[in-house]
């Protein structure tokens, strides 16, 4: 880092004055954590006996063979606890808190993801817990903000703005200016004020740490290729750290094409050209904005993915050449989707199938004796409204619609 | 207020014959630049020593809901910087009383921050006031001020220490906006005995007048700050009052508060 | 065993003349797969690299502290991939169809759950897959009928009999006595005619196994009790293998109580006195049936407990005292699961609940320094129709309406 | 036929005279024991040589999409095992062609195996068909049906290889029932090379008469099967007929098939 919190050109803490404290603090309880020999051990303890670290590293025989190239493997990330590998960051944050001796844990959530995980370590953690998310983001995914619930949180909907993500994390910061002295705001990804993008991916680095021991034990080399996708980018940034070193292994992250790129409804911020660099949220990175600086309205199909900033250290490792981009878009997405849950058995989250439409396309130029890692990110059974939505399920759609009178007849009945 | 001297001067100036100075805020274009015009002649009229005209900003993250809004609905009316801008220099030359800008600072990088600075100076606007922008990260900003003779206001917070303020404070000019409270604008504050402290700590850090803000919405506020502030700040309360009885009852109110 | 197949006075082999061939092959084939030194292994690894075994043994901090008793550790067997312990015997099977040179699968499914295991197995397999599922557990648990579709596989709804997972299982045979030349039949628990429930028993009892193992590396010595809810008793007879022969372990099965044993709407068999012997879907168990032997029906909030019969194993070790057995309530269910949710994150299916009710009424009589363990068979979220229902969540009802809502118009528009 | 001898001797003497006979099925109490009546009734008027009497059991695991039915619904209309007995007695008493009792063995199971078979031989009826009870899980109930002089009768498959006909033929008595093909009851036979073969393996197995049944529901299928086997079972046809037409329509139905 050139400067304190900044990996090249990208990061920095652009935070108010009254969180100036606050962040100074929970920068020294992070170096200390980090200087600590107990607390990685204890960590790694935590997410083997809480979550099934290590994950497995799949071996996907049928895709592999269907492709006719590199051998495939899947990063299982999707097996953690509550389904993604947001629960690495939010637990590995929950022991901070509590060195920290704080009681309480704010959050954003664009999925639904990252707050029932970190609603999940507040219920174990026995923090109150408050979990902000923008309005369409709650309807959207109701079944999270369900769970959310049942764990004990408050799922606050925010109705500023775009009400997705971004707002959410705006309004995450609102509730911690407010409530710093008791109160740790869980970022849910490698973004925001310095310290969060390294402090996020040191957790996250459990990904890259067991995938590299892992291929190296199973295909007796490193891989050629790493795809992950890249919503804030934890992770990718979190696989790709166990292989930054080797220089032979070509990292790819894959971003929200959605609509197409031509189209402007993406969320695209360094495949194609729409993003410029910029300081919003608290740090500084490649932001889909217009000219004036106004963030600017982004699509995906899959909701983790569907941002306007990205990792400024994803930003620098890109202007490095070191890792590339690529975008997947929904349609992509959609199909890769089918092909690995019909192929492998295995639901990927709508966020990781980004990672496998970019693997599939190139997978088959790789000789047959190399391997490349797919980093499946999360499980896609959690988005069954989503995808059910996206094939246009006929017998989805009639039992909701049939759910939806039989609620309403026992609404009915209740009122009369 | 004669405007020769620095802001320090001009507002030290106008302290002597004022127990309390008033500066308010408001939203450029929100309703609309229209309605901006008609509140800032009020609040001139009224007596109000220093304006904060506020560029909106998509993602204002230290703004409570009432200025949030107006943000976003700015915004979405179309409100651009460069209209802002002009406005703000409309502004300038009409009335004789210091003008601030208070926008977040993505708003200066993607203008160009020197750029955004010299057309301030040009426009005769006196300050900025930009909440998330520490002097860490303001480097060329500060710099550019100084030259432009410019006041980068910094802020205090009630979790800023000793060494914290002095920092600042050596980065600051014009005066220090003392935020009232933990949390956003638009709610409440209690002045109480914490209150009086961070107050003292705060004037011991500086020499250069204090404002204070968040949460002043009364005039018993307002007298609460006598012998203690330089300034007081009324931000939410004035944008709540045009968006529930028009802007005819900003004068009133402001006349009101003193 | 006194007689082949037989379990004391039960178990057997109440086969129709056709299947006589197929269940001799069966037999040959897993006693071959079990004399074969690399199967097991195989298998191992299969499950460690597919699935995330070993699935953890995390110790409930929290409710142990709220019960004051006994340590309290939980077998994590929701972390398997598709989120119970059926894909353990679903892909034990799926490697001995592999050996038999089949290429076809069928299954019965009550909540879906073994439904989705096999689904998913058949996909990574290669295989054909045919589920049958009663018409009205089609209607109860159509997300996992949505996924099984997904997975490739053809969904058959049952409409006669009770339209549930006995009804199931009897369409399975009659889909097996046409097609066993190419068709294996993946039987889900420990029950049906032998082999089954001593080969369905081998596979699950990787988790008392691995649960040994884990407890005395991390308790130092063995449990005082385990607790494992009981449908068929798959999850049971996994877990309670690795300490069958250690006394001093109490064993406690927990049957579905529904509306309590009085009201005769419940699937208790073993708790209460509401079963009798009989001989049905081909062995001989203690079934829920009438005095001419007519099977009833059966209730209870989780849909993988809701059966008439139950695995001659564990009705052997019944009579023998070494297993004992409860039944909890529909409503001591939903009760366990919003503590153990509130208390430590972690969602147990209702049929996993059934069992934390028990342990939750015993465990504080124990003493601090012994531990028990409590065999999570399945994750919650699943569940979430059913659970919703259960606590009448007013949002939830709402979104439901709304998307049916929405649904109804968008196929008004279509049909415009 | 006279009712003298043992089953398979009254077959092979009713034999002599007819190329080949008709066993008749149906489901006891479904649509009605009065129905039942009646079809039985114009079953033997029109020469029907054997009759299949079943008793519901809930879970039918070896019977197709009708006889399942049938099973349910009879059960649903409260039909009850003894009942059942004691019509079988009746027509028994009634009738002067063998009865035989099919159903599964969880029925004799509850009701006592013995006691069952007591009673069944009171009844006057001549032996049983229990598709789920291999020889291996029946010693109780074979030795009883030979005490008793009941005929136990045994099921031969397509997938049933020489030895195990062999075991099966050894602990028959009256006929083996030749299942004609894989598959549950009620869906179409189609009576090809491999056919044949199954049956000269049936008869090379064992000296008692064969009877093939499962998908025979016309006169085309029971003259296809004259000179290979001795009894032609007619099952699920009757059932769908009496559904679809009425009890009335099955003298004629049976009139047609020889
Ligand atoms: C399953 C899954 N994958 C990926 C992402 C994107 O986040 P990141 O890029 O930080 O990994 C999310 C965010 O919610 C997610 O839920
Ligand atoms: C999660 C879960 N637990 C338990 C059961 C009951 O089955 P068994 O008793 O065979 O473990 C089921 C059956 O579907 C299940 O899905």
Known sequence: MSKTGYYGNWGGAFVPEILHETFRKLGVAFIEAKADPDFWPRYVELMGSYSCRPT????????????????????????????????????????LVQRMGKTRVIAETGAGQHGVATATMAAKFGFDCTIYMGEEDVQRQRPNVFWMEKLGATVVPVASGSRTL?????????????????????????????PFPEMVAWFQK???????????????????????????????????????ADNGVELAGVEAGGKGLASGLHAARLAGSDASPGVAQGYKTMFLQDEDGQMLDTHSVAAGLDYIGVSPILVDLWEQGRVRFSAATDDEVMAALQLTIRSEGIIPALESAHAFVQAFKEVGD????????????????????????????PSWREFIRNKGEEYADGARQESD | MTLTMSLSQDIKQVRKSKEILLMTHLVLGYPSFGINRQVITQMVDQGVDIIELQIPFSEPIADGPVILKANHEAINHGVRVGQCLEFAAEMAAQHQIPLLL?????????????????????????????????????????????????APIQIFAPTSGKARMATLAAHGAGFIYCVARRGVTGSPTSFDENFNDYIKRCRQATALPLAVGFG????QDVDLLRG???????????????????????????????
């Not at chain 1, 705006?170 to 004020?193: I, K, L, Q, S």
């Not at chain 1, 890259?208 to 934890?234: M, T, W």
């Not at chain 2, 002043?216 to 005039?219: E, K, L, V």
């Open chain 1, 56 to 95: 497995p590293l799949t071996f996907a025989e049928n895709l592999s063979r269907r492709f006719g190239g590199a051998k495939i493997f899947i990063k299982r990330e999707d097996l953690n606890h509550t389904g993604a590998h947001k629960a690495n960051n939010v637990m590995g944050q929950g022991l």
């Open chain 1, 166 to 194: 971004k707002d959410a994390i705006n309004e995450a910061f609102r509730d911690w200016v407010a409530n710093m002295d008791c109160t740790h705001y869980v970022m849910g990804t490698v973004c925001g004020p310095h």
């Open chain 1, 206 to 244: 459990i990904i890259g740490d067991e995938a590299r021991r892992q291929i190296l034990a199973i295909h007796g080399k490193l891989p050629a290729r790493i795809y992950a996708c890249v919503g804030g980018g934890s992770n990718a940034v979190g696989i790709f750290q166990g292989f930054l």
């Open chain 1, 366 to 393: 790789l000789p047959p004796e190399e391997a490349i890692i797919i980093n499946q990110s999360g499980r896609g059974d959690k988005d069954i409204f989503t995808i059910a939505d996206a094939f246009s399920d």
């Open chain 2, 102 to 150: 208070m926008t977040y600072y993505n708003i200066l990088f993607r203008y160009g921050v020197e750029d955004f600075l010299e057309q301030t100076k040009e426009n005769s606007i006196r300050g900025l006031i930009i909440p998330d922008l520490p002097p860490e990260e303001g480097g060329q900003y500060l710099a550019a001020c100084r030259r432009l003779e410019l």
């Open chain 2, 216 to 219: 002043i919405s009364n005039r």
């Open chain 2, 228 to 258: 203690k502030a330089d300034i007081a700040v009324i931000g939410s309360a004035t944008i709540r009052l045009v968006d529930q009885q028009g802007p005819e009852a900003v004068g009133p109110f402001i006349a009101g508060l003193r």
